[in-house]
């Protein structure tokens, strides 16, 4: 009898089902009433009362082995069952979707404009965010005591000599003017800083991009219709524009430039405040001042130069009526713009 647990016990350990029916079968044929340990126990009944200590015993242990090996195989069972079908390998489990970011508004809309501008010659010209006083009022024509230098409109960064974080683009259209002889056509997109108060309408880092012309006998007339091909490039063939005179210490005579408001045609709505128009940039004859100052003789050369806001244009072009969710960077508002261009 002694013999017959031992080679049970060795069965126990040895088994290594393949399916979890597999073990049910064994739990039946080792534990169950027909099964072997209860016909050992028949036998047990039988055998002398002094060996009965020692095989009910060997008995104990058989059982107890058995019951728990199968506890744990289908414990183990059910784990990799779970596991795999958690693996990879389940074809039948949906897909995950990368999602895919959009680009920003402000990045859509200047490309847009240098798009449109380069198809009439221009180049993209790039420059330091830090300037000196130099490249961003004195080369254009800003006197000394013009308010853009005053601490309330500029941040600087260091006083005599001025080293600040630059106003506006125009600081590129100076350096490139250092470093070429006419002709010149640039675009300079750019970010540029102001000591301004955050609000729907005004943020204190806000994107520009100028452009500017310059060239033998260049004419307030080409200015006005490069002007008007940008507007109907970007709000579409029926825009019109218009010109208000303004002032710029750079430019002479200046401009601001009104589109007709894409949204009501003209006729007058909440967005142009019942005008039908909408202001988009500035622009003007580059001062003779300003050439002279980069070593340009104003007797052969003339030029034109504009500038406006990104943020602005988008805002018209899009309907954004809150300039601070440019900056937030919430992903609900910058999915609204996945399908545009
Ligand atoms: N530099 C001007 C600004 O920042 C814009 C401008 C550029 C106006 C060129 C006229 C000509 O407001």
């Known amino acids: 009898m002694t013999e017959k647990i031992e080679e049970l016990l060795r069965r126990v350990e040895e088994f290594k089902p393949q ?176 000591n301004e108060a955050i609000s729907y309408r005004a943020h204190c880092i806000f994107h520009q991009i100028e452009g500017l012309y310059i060239d033998e006998g260049v004419s307030f007339a080409d200015m006005k219709q490069s002007l008007l091909y940008f507007a109907k490039e970007i709000f579409g063939e029926e825009a019109r524009i218009r010109m208000r005179p303004s002032y710029f210490p750079f430019t002479e005579p200046s401009a601001e430039v009104d589109v007709s408001c894409n949204l009501c045609g003209g006729k007058g709505c909440a967005v142009c405040k019942g005008t039908g128009w909408l202001e988009i940039m500035g622009c003007g004859m580059v001062d003779p001042n300003v050439l002279k100052a980069n070593n340009i003789d104003p007797e052969i050369y003339s030029g034109f130069a504009f500038g406006m806001g990104i943020e602005r244009i988008a805002m018209l072009k899009y309907g954004v009526k809150d300039l601070r969710l440019y900056f937030e960077n919430d992903v609900r508002f910058l999915h609204q713009f996945d399908q545009a261009l």
């Open 19 to 194: 399916a979890a029916a597999e073990i049910e079968e064994f739990r039946i044929r080792m534990l169950g009433k027909k099964g072997e340990l209860n016909a050992l126990m028949e036998e047990f009944r039988t055998v002398a009362p002094e060996l009965k200590r020692e095989l009910g015993q060997q008995l104990n242990r058989l059982k107890t082995a058995a019951t728990e090996r199968i506890a744990a195989l289908r414990e183990q069972m059910q784990n990799t069952a779970e596991e795999h079908a958690a693996s990879e390998e389940d074809l039948t489990r949906p897909g995950s979707a990368d999602e895919l970011g959009s680009r920003h508004p402000i990045s859509l809309v200047k490309n847009q404009i240098v798009e449109v501008f380069s198809r009439l010659g221009y180049t993209v010209a790039d420059g330091p965010e830090i300037e000196d006083d130099w490249h961003v009022f004195s080369a254009l024509n800003f006197p000394p005591e013009h308010p853009a230098r005053d601490m309330q409109d500029t941040f600087f960064v260091e006083k005599n000599p001025d080293i600040l974080l630059r106003t506006h683009t125009s600081s590129i259209q100076v350096r490139t003017m250092e470093r070429q002889k006419p002709p010149i056509r640039v675009i300079c997109p750019g970010r540029v800083f102001r």
